[in-house]
């Protein structure tokens, strides 16, 4: 008898401690943090924008746009729950190139789980390990699809590059 009260207390404080710490992964981060870079260089004056995917059109939750040395924040509008994010980084002057001024052509992507690492980096590789592993839910510029799928699609970006570096 004792040692059942002693069980269902237990499994009962192990729930709520397990509840705490996912309401508190839901609202983590407000605001991602990074650097876009091309050729092992930064680009200046980039738009990056802060995208959630779903089942349905992806929403924007945010953008900015990079500074000198390529570094960017991008403030999250409101909760994103376990939604699949990305990152799309478009237009800049790249550092590395000898032409000046905007290069509307260029278009770098970072697909994120939906916990960010504290720092993210877009750059060549990330874009070709996130359109490799998101492929079959890339529809022209934006993503969408099954919400399992996009997390696997996302969880398989880490197995080709470190989103931090």
């Known amino acids: 008898m004792i040692t059942q009260t002693i069980v269902r207390k237990f499994m009962l404080g192990t729930l709520f ?3 705490i710490f996912s309401a ?15 050729g ?3 680009v200046a004056k980039s738009t990056v ?11 924007q939750l945010g953008q900015a746009k990079t500074n000198d040395d390529g570094r960017f924040e991008v ?5 994103h729950g376990d939604a699949i994010l990305y990152l799309v980084a478009s237009g800049g002057a790249p550092k590395a190139s ?13 697909v994120l789980q939906s916990n960010p690492p504290a720092s993210v980096t877009i750059n060549e590789l990330t874009t070709v390990a996130s359109a490799f592993t998101a492929a079959r839910f890339i529809n022209g510029q934006s993503i ?14 880490s197995n ?5 570096t």
Do not use: C
């Open 40 to 42: 092992g260089s930064p």
């Open 160 to 164: 080709f590059v470190d989103l931090a």
């Open 98 to 110: 000898k032409a000046s001024g905007d290069n509307r052509a260029l278009v770098l992507l970072a």
């Open 144 to 157: 969408s699809g099954n919400p399992l799928g996009l997390r696997i699609a996302a969880g398989n970006v």
């Open 24 to 38: 508190g992964a839901t609202f983590a981060a407000d605001s991602i943090k990074g650097q876009v870079i091309l």
């Open 49 to 59: 924008t802060l995208w959630e995917a779903s089942a349905a059109a992806p929403e």
């Open 17 to 19: 401690v397990a509840s």
């Open 75 to 79: 403030r999250i509008k409101g909760p």
